[in-house]
């Protein structure tokens, strides 16, 4: 056990903050998404910048998102374990099945915890990849990068899903319900401005 309790807590849950290569259009984007959002206006913080490449756009809010739902849920992982949440659901209706298309071809039932371990292993593989999520100034996104932007987000939504439905007490007593909350209107006000462009 480490200091403050944390060696207990899931090495691969913490991962290291995703973050564009300085000086680069991403890392632009981002001082723009900070400034905004340390502005209070949300609606402000989701619009596209006049003359910004919109698949741009997508992609430094996408490695923002994912960092933000590796931190969120990365407060709950001694509260959602496998015996807790042994399903990934959001109530009896919803229940959210892995499959990435490569490995795991055909959805399985899985614990949340182990949906969400597959989630963020696969949105990093997706991010780090450079023919999808290019990193060099002036290289071309792939044609479908909208589709795969929105199935990143689908997948990041049902985690947020799972969250509130299953964990919102704990969010609560450990006072993160206003940051969860920004989070997730930052996240929805976002996808509602992006695709409706």
């Known amino acids: ?52 490449d919109i698949n741009e756009w997508l992609a430094v809010n996408t490695v923002d998102f994912f960092n933000q739902v590796n931190i969120l849920f990365g407060t709950l ?10 399903t990934m659901s959001a109530g009896p209706k919803y229940e959210y099945r892995w499959a990435d298309g490569v490995n795991i071809k055909k959805p399985i039932e899985v614990s949340a915890p182990k949906y969400v371990e597959y989630l963020m292993d696969w949105i990093e ?27 990143i987000f689908k997948r990041m939504f049902r985690v947020y899903a799972h969250i509130y439905h299953s964990h ?3 969010i609560v007593s450990l006072k993160e319900e ?20």
Not at 10 to 34: E, V
């Open 1 to 52: 056990m480490s200091l403050f309790g944390l060696g207990s807590r899931n090495q691969k849950t913490f991962r290291p903050k995703k973050s564009a290569p300085s000086g680069s259009k991403g890392a632009q984007l981002q001082k723009h998404i900070d400034a905004t959002l340390g502005s209070g206006n949300l609606r402000e913080a989701v619009r596209l910048p006049p003359g910004e």
């Open 77 to 86: 992982t001694e509260f959602c374990t496998p015996v807790n949440c042994p």
């Open 125 to 151: 593989v997706q991010l780090d990849e450079e023919s999808i999520f290019p990193q060099k100034l002036g290289a071309p996104f792939p044609s479908n990068f909208i589709d795969v932007v929105k199935t």
């Open 168 to 170: 919102f007490q704990k």
């Open 178 to 197: 206003a940051h969860l909350n920004t989070c997730f209107k930052h996240f929805v006000l976002f996808t509602w401005v992006s695709y409706s462009c």
